[in-house]
T-cell receptor
C-alpha cells in the first residue's frame, strides 16, 4: 500500500509546454506539500496546503499553480516550462495535529529540453 | 527555524553503530529535532524526532544533550541499505503546514 504516490515518475518535455504532476495520499492527512530538489540536491519547499487551503507559497514563479481538489490530492501544474524547471519534485503529507511528521512520495523527475 | 550543522560525510563499517552528530546551538524551547534520510533517488524518509528526552524506535535512537544544543542519531547496526544522506532538522512544534528546512545533510557511506 503506497502511502504517498506521485504520477508520473519521469516527465520529459520541451520548453514552453504545460505539464501537470499528480499527488495522492491515503494516510488520511489533511496537509500536503510540494518540494523541489534541484541539481545540487537542495530540497526546498514550494507550497503547502491545509484542508485545501494554501498555507505556504514560497517565492515560486506564478507559472506554477498547485490545485487541491480534496484533502487527499495536491496536483502541481506548470505552464510555459523553462530549462531551469528541470528538477525532482516531491510531494509530502502530514497531519495538522499530533506529530506533524511529513511523509514523502517517491518523486517526479522533470526534464525540460 | 534554527540552523543545524552536520558533518559533510561519514563512513561506517557494516554491522557497526553509526553515530551521526548534529549541532543546533540556537534551538528554541518550542523546537523539536527531526531526522530524515534520503536514499539515492528516493523521497526523504522520516526516521525519528525528539524534544529533550532520548528517543528510540525500530530504526534508530536519538540522543539529545541536556542543553539541547546538539544531538546524535544512532543507527545501532548499520547495513549497506543505510547508505544515504541524513538530514537533521529543527522545527517548531504545532504549526500545521510549515515546511521542513533541509540543509546539506551528512552523507553516510556504509561499506562491507
Amino acid at each position: 500500500d503506497t502511502a504517498v504516490s506521485q504520477t508520473p515518475k519521469y516527465l520529459v518535455t520541451q520548453m514552453g509546454n504545460d505539464k501537470s504532476i499528480k499527488c495522492e495520499q491515503n494516510l488520511g492527512h489533511d496537509t500536503m506539500y510540494w518540494y523541489k530538489q534541484d541539481s545540487k540536491k537542495f530540497l526546498k519547499i514550494m507550497f503547502s496546503y491545509n484542508n485545501k487551503e494554501l498555507i505556504i507559497n514560497e517565492t515560486v514563479p506564478n507559472r506554477f499553480s498547485p490545485k487541491s481538489p480534496d484533502k487527499a490530492h495536491l496536483n502541481l501544474h506548470i505552464n510555459s516550462l523553462e530549462l531551469g524547471d528541470s528538477a525532482v519534485y516531491f510531494c509530502a503529507s502530514s497531519q495538522s495535529e499530533g506529530t506533524y511528521t511529513q511523509y514523502f512520495g517517491p518523486g517526479t523527475r522533470l526534464t525540460v529540453l | 527555524d534554527a540552523k543545524t550543522t552536520q558533518p559533510t560525510s561519514m563512513d561506517c563499517a557494516e554491522g557497526r553503530a553509526a553515530n551521526l552528530p548534529c549541532n543546533h546551538s540556537t534551538i528554541s524551547g518550542n523546537e523539536y529535532v527531526y531526522w530524515y534520510r534520503q536514499i539515492h533517488s528516493q523521497g526523504p524518509q522520516y526516521i525519528i524526532h525528539g524534544l529533550k528526552n532520548n528517543e528510540t524506535n525500530e530504526m534508530a535512537s536519538l540522543i539529545i544533550t541536556e542543553d539541547r544544543k546538539s544531538s546524535t542519531l544512532i543507527l545501532p547496526h548499520a547495513t549497506l541499505r543505510d547508505t544515504a544522506v541524513y538530514y537533521c532538522i529543527v522545527r517548531v512544534w504545532g504549526q500545521a503546514g510549515t515546511a521542513l528546512i533541509f540543509g546539506k545533510g551528512t552523507t553516510l557511506s556504509v561499506s562491507s
